[in-house]
């Protein structure tokens, strides 16, 4: 078999389990260790590190938070030689567990005992905007299925109103464009945007083939993250309403 784990469709929810990519381009990414130390994340990323215990099987959420507490997990880990089994929901995120030496498994064989993950926007109800990284499908996968979630912020993340920072990412079945628009603007959508690709040219394609659009509203109802998954062909919205979560705030100061 190949040293690198994607056959024919490259979900990392789809790895072998107990298989650890070994390449020299992963265990060198540069672009994980320029993800900035700020202080305060530190301390909270020791903070969900101290909550992992001999065999438990941890979801792994996407974004620059989540490899910080994942790079302090991996050091315990190491240090006392737990066993623990991530699953990400990202290949980003696949690819740092494999450079960290974290062993990989799916939710095909497991289902996560807890999960961390950061967030875009948090409001007083503790509703979320995620998915600046374009993983909310599988980052909402991973929270359904986990029996306790721990979301990781600092205070830039905490918003009176959902969409006062953000728009609202959300996956779409590219030929379902236009019909997806149309309804997206009789919910009240206000601009709608394809998001761009980086490094290459046109729209960012999600780790599932699809596009991801931001879409601005003046109001998030409660009922809208229902009523966007209902248009057909939209995979999933970054809106997290109503979730059972636990908020683990990052001081800056
Ligand atoms: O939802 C996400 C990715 O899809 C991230 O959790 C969110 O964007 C926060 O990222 P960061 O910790 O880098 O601020």
Redesign the pocket.
């Known amino acids: 078999m190949s040293s690198y784990l994607f056959t024919t469709h490259h979900s990392p929810l789809s790895i072998h389990p107990n298989m650890n990519w070994n390449s020299n381009l992963i265990n060198n990414l540069e672009w994980a260790d320029k993800?900035i130390n700020i202080e305060g994340?530190q301390k909270v990323a020791a903070e969900i590190a101290a909550k992992v215990k001999d065999g438990d099987i941890i979801g792994v959420?996407?974004?620059?938070?989540?490899?910080?507490a994942l790079v302090a997990i991996a050091q315990r880990v190491k240090d006392e030689k737990l066993n623990v089994k991530a699953i990400p929901?990202?290949v980003e995120l696949s690819m740092f567990c494999s450079k960290l030496g974290l062993p990989m498994t799916t939710l095909y064989e497991h289902k996560p005992d807890w999960l961390f993950?950061?967030?875009?926007e948090v409001d007083p109800d503790q509703s979320l905007i995620?998915?600046?990284?374009?993983?909310?499908f599988k980052?909402k996968l991973l929270i359904s299925s986990s029996v306790v979630s721990y979301i990781?912020?600092d205070d830039s993340?905490m918003v009176d109103k959902l969409g006062s920072k953000f728009p609202v990412?959300i996956e779409v079945f590219p030929q379902a464009l236009p019909y997806v628009e149309k309804e997206l603007k009789s919910l009240g959508a206000t601009e709608i945007a394809i998001r761009p690709a980086k490094g290459k040219d046109g729209p960012i394609i999600s780790e599932n083939g699809n596009l991801v659009l931001d879409c601005k509203f003046d109001e998030i109802g409660k009922s809208f993250e229902k009523d966007i998954k209902s248009i057909t062909g939209v995979i999933e919205s970054?809106l997290f309403i109503g979730y059972n979560l636990n908020i683990i705030m990052a001081s800056n100061s």
């Open positions: 993800i994340k959420g996407s974004g620059s938070t989540s490899y910080m929901t990202s993950d950061g967030a875009d995620k998915g600046r990284g374009g993983a909310m980052e990781i912020v993340k990412p970054g």
